[in-house]
Each structure stands twice: as structure tokens, then as C-alpha cells.
T-cell receptor
Framework: GAGVSQTPSNKVTEKGKYVELRCDPI?????LYWYRQSLGQGPEFLIY????????DSGLPNDRFFAVRPEGSVSTLKIQRTERGDSAVYLC??????????????FGPGTRLTVL | SQQGEEDPQALSIQEGENATMNCSYK?????LQWYRQNSGRGLVHLIL?????REKHSGRLRVTLDTSKKSSSLLITASRAADTASYFC???????????FGKGTKLSVKP
């Protein structure tokens, strides 16, 4: 079946603008994760959804970042008033149940966000 | 929070040689996963090893886990140029299952 997909693959925006990044998880996966990866670093956890609810948003850096998953499938990561420091690759992953790490997380190709 | 620390940070070998990468972590885990990443894009899952397992194989990959030393290793045998990538270990001991990655090992396999 299809893997995790993310759109757009690249996004260039100006400082102060609003952006939305979309993630389509693998069908049937209840758990969905967002990570952010800066150059030379490993992915950094942002937020985790179990179904429609955010089970853990402790990785969101500040209140400019927000994510939703209204129907328990597609998720959108929203960034307000973008800053140059937000430039990174934003990765989405999904897993079947998300129960305490017993499930493999499958990653999408990422969205490369560049804030000018 | 849990985090895997990979060692070495960079490794350069010739095609055909074996590559060994190590990972250390701090607290108890349920499992540990290894991922590969090419060119800073999506991560490809390689192997998941559970805390009650000591060794696992997948093709040319062999992963070991020593929970007493809180360490894991990834061995790639008979390396190929296509194995050139960054490799990350991701231990998971948290209740929510989110993975905490280190900086990875950057492997370069020269033809």
C-alpha cells in the first residue's frame, strides 16, 4: 500500500507569513507524529496524535506552532508568523497503534521549509 | 527523555568492507529502532529490536542489543556504495512512543 505522503515537498516563504504543511498517514494507522530536522541534526519530536487528539504536544517549540488531525487521518501542521529559525525539514510519521513504542514508525519524505 | 547517541559521528569505508555503528542510551527501553536517511529527507526503517531480544538480522544488517550496558550496534556486512547515508538509532522508553533521535552516524562507502 501507499506510504506516508507529505505536501508540499518544498515550501519557501517570507518571514512573518503563515504556512500549512500536510501529512497523509498510512491508511489504518491511528498514531501520527510530527518531527522537525535541522541541518546536521537528528529529527526532533514535535507532536503526537492518537486518533483525533493530540496525546503529546510537548515538543512544540512555542505557540506559533499548532497541529490538527480533525478526522483521525490527515494532519496539518500550522506555523504562524514564521521566523528564519523555523527553516528545517518537517517530517511526519505514522504507526499502527502507537502504544509505548511497540510499533514501527513509518516516515514520509518530509517538507523542506525555507523562511527567507 | 530518552535519546540515542550514535558513535562514531562519521565513518568512511571501502565497498565490500563491514561497517559497525554503535548506539548508547540512558534509561530502560521497550525497544530500539534503527533508521537510515539519505540526503536529509525521509527516514527508512531498518530494524526494530525489542528489549528481550539480543540480536536480530535482516539481510546484510545485524543489530545487537545489550540492555545491561544500555547499548546497541548496527553491523552492515559487505557494504555497497548505495549504503552511503546517515544512520540513526531511536530508543523508546516513553509512554507515548515518540522517538528521540541522536545526531546519527554519517556513513560513506567509497566504490
Amino acid at each position: 500500500g501507499a506510504g506516508v505522503s507529505q505536501t508540499p515537498s518544498n515550501k519557501v516563504t517570507e518571514k512573518g507569513k503563515y504556512v500549512e504543511l500536510r501529512c497523509d498517514p498510512i491508511s489504518g494507522h491511528t498514531a501520527l507524529y510530527w518531527y522537525r530536522q535541522s541541518l546536521g541534526q537528528g529529527p526532533e519530536f514535535l507532536i503526537y496524535f492518537q486518533g483525533t487528539g493530540a496525546a503529546d504536544d510537548s515538543g512544540l517549540p512555542n505557540d506559533r506552532f499548532f497541529a490538527v488531525r480533525p478526522e483521525g487521518s490527515v494532519s496539518t501542521l500550522k506555523i504562524q508568523r514564521t521566523e528564519r529559525g523555523d527553516s528545517a525539514v518537517y517530517l511526519c510519521a505514522s504507526s499502527f497503534a502507537g502504544t509505548s513504542g511497540l510499533d514501527t514508525q513509518y516516515f514520509g519524505p518530509g517538507t523542506r521549509l525555507t523562511v527567507l | 527523555s530518552q535519546q540515542g547517541e550514535e558513535d562514531p559521528q562519521a565513518l568512511s569505508i571501502q565497498e565490500g568492507e563491514n561497517a559497525t555503528m554503535n548506539c548508547s542510551y540512558k534509561t530502560s527501553i521497550n525497544n530500539l529502532q534503527w533508521y537510515r536517511q539519505n540526503s536529509g529527507r525521509g527516514l527508512v526503517h531498518l530494524i526494530l529490536i525489542r528489549s528481550n531480544e539480543r540480536e536480530k538480522h535482516s539481510g546484510r544488517l545485524r543489530v545487537t542489543l545489550d540492555t545491561s550496558k544500555k547499548s546497541s550496534s548496527l553491523l552492515i556486512t559487505a557494504s555497497r556504495a548505495a549504503d552511503t547515508a546517515s544512520y540513526f538509532c531511536a530508543p523508546d522508553g516513553g509512554s507515548q512512543g515518540n522517538l528521540i533521535f541522536g545526531k546519527g552516524t554519517k556513513l560513506s562507502v567509497k566504490p
